[in-house]
């Protein structure tokens, strides 16, 4: 779906889709120049699997398919994550932030970053200023987005649960600046 008209600046048009990780990401990634996730933790992974419904792999595979999916894309990645998915993943440098008033830990991979943020909303600020499109391929209510959009760039996210990428389609229209 393309949020083109209100979802487009001289980045191109946003766009989102309801795909899931273990698939092949959809093609409109490939126009991406970073990469931002903040992935269900291990408690939360089946509540989140609950809610989009059908049967999904154990939690140790799902990190090591976002492991996979970071190291092949080209851009830089950077996963939220909690402690266990940092110690399983190989990504190159980590950070120390709050994510939704939790400690958590920024996963990096090509991209060196400081060794602290105040929070999850600050990292993506920086990344925002850098970079000029977002891929997010676990997008939930589009934080990512709305962060981006907010700073004058462009976002390609997706999200298995529909219900998200509803949200997204209302709301995402008043993200960009006028
Ligand atoms: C912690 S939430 C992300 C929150 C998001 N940053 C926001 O702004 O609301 C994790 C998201 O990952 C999505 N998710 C979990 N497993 C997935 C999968 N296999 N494929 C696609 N999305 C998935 C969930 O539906 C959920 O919305």
Redesign the pocket.
């Known amino acids: 779906m393309n949020l083109a008209e209100n979802g487009e600046n001289e980045h191109g048009a946003a766009s989102i889709s309801v795909?899931?990780?273990?698939r092949t990401l959809p093609p409109e990634f490939a126009s991406c120049d970073v990469f931002y996730?903040?992935?269900?933790?291990s408690r939360?992974?089946p509540t989140?699997?609950a809610?989009?419904g059908g049967e999904?792999p154990p939690y140790t595979a799902?990190v090591l398919?976002l492991d996979r999916l970071a190291l092949n894309l080209a851009p830089p990645v950077i996963y939220?994550v909690d402690r266990s998915f940092a110690r399983l993943c190989h990504a190159d440098f980590t950070a120390s932030l709050m994510?939704?008033g939790r400690p958590a830990v920024a996963a990096s991979y090509r991209l060196a970053i400081p060794v602290a943020f105040k929070d999850?909303e600050s990292l993506l600020e920086l990344l925002a200023r850098r970079f000029r499109r977002v891929g997010?391929?676990?997008?939930?209510?589009?934080?990512?987005g709305?962060v981006f959009a907010g700073l004058g760039g462009s976002f390609v996210l997706?999200?298995?649960?529909a219900h998200?990428i509803g949200y997204i389609a209302n709301h995402a229209p008043g993200w960009f600046r006028p």
């Open positions: 795909p899931n990780v273990w996730s903040d992935p269900p933790w939360g992974y989140f699997n809610r989009a999904w799902f398919r939220v994510l939704n999850s997010d391929f676990m997008a939930g209510y589009g934080r990512t709305r997706s999200d298995y649960n998200c």
